[in-house]
């Protein structure tokens, strides 16, 4: 098995347990920050996500770093169907990116996509222990999340 086929099946897991999350999430919980703590709001955590998933493989494409942009807006942060289709197309860009990925350069921006997406998993996690929110049966499942919490 090559690494691009690894790469490449472990953001097809994180797509499905991004897909998983924003179904399991309300409006208004997209909208929840943590309690007595400095946070934005989960969903401009998800925002971020996109905004990686559309920025680095376009920096990869050209060769340098093209700035941060997201295929969502603040204001479609608590929208769970727009943040579904963008994760959905998201997703697309990605899996044809990654089939691609044959230079070094390549490989620093599809490991870096891979470490972000990690990094906003264990933030998510703390997310929703910290808003009381139940965590989708695959995020259960993926990190061995502790039920009674």
């Known amino acids: 098995m090559t690494a691009t086929t690894v790469l490449g099946r472990r953001f097809a897991r994180a797509d499905a347990l991004w897909l998983d999350l924003v179904e399991a999430v309300s409006a208004e919980q997209l909208g929840a920050r943590l309690p007595g703590l400095p946070s934005n709001p989960l969903g401009e955590q998800l925002w971020c996500v996109l905004g990686a998933r559309e920025s680095y493989p376009r920096a990869a494409r050209a060769g340098a770093w093209q700035g941060f942009t997201s295929p969502v807006t ?67 499942q993926q990190y061995a999340l502790d039920e009674e919490f």
């Open 74 to 140: 603040h204001e479609q942060t608590t929208d769970g169907a727009a943040l579904r289709a963008a994760f959905a197309a998201t997703a697309t860009d990605v899996a044809e990116w990654l089939g691609s990925v044959e230079s070094d350069g390549d490989w620093q921006y599809a490991l870096a996509l891979l470490e972000h997406e990690t990094q906003h998993h264990g933030q998510l996690i703390r997310y929703l222990y910290g808003l009381g929110i139940p965590r989708p049966e695959s995020w259960q």
